[in-house]
């Protein structure tokens, strides 16, 4: 079991950064791949960036390449989305959730652990 906990989240105007933050505990933080989903009201959960066990393969959805960044501190058990160049469409319920099988995981149904979701708002 793996708890994961998101922080970082907040109101931010278009064109501004917000760094992301979610905390792992329980089993070891490196056995699973991480990934960024995120939700608005009505809409389902998709994909936002995901980043394999070492660190070192990562992949983006098309709307936020070149403006977000996934990161993961494996002394720290965390792991981070740097989002810059914010844009109203940004706006949603943040998920972070842990994947224990495959590298890098794109496919929302393949996570097996979610954190609670942290809120972003981008004013514009």
């Known amino acids: 079991q793996v708890q994961l906990v998101e922080s970082g989240g907040g109101l931010v105007q278009a064109g501004g950064s917000l760094r992301l933050s979610c905390a792992a505990s329980?089993?070891?933080?490196?056995?699973?791949?991480m990934g960024w989903f995120r939700q608005t009201p009505g809409k389902e959960r998709e994909f936002v960036a995901s980043?394999?066990?070492?660190?070192?393969?990562?992949a983006y959805a098309d709307g936020v390449k070149g403006r977000f960044t996934i990161s993961r501190d494996s002394a720290k058990n965390t792991v981070q989305l740097q989002m810059n160049s914010l844009r109203p469409e940004d706006t949603a319920v943040y998920y972070c959730?842990?994947?224990?099988?495959?590298?890098?995981?794109?496919?929302?149904?393949?996570?097996?652990?979610w954190g609670q979701g942290t809120q972003v708002t981008v004013s514009s």
């Open positions: 980043i394999s066990r070492s660190g070192i393969n990562t």
């Open positions: 959730a842990a994947a224990t099988y495959g590298s890098i995981v794109r496919v929302e149904r393949a996570f097996d652990y």
């Open positions: 329980g089993r070891t933080f490196s056995n699973y791949a």
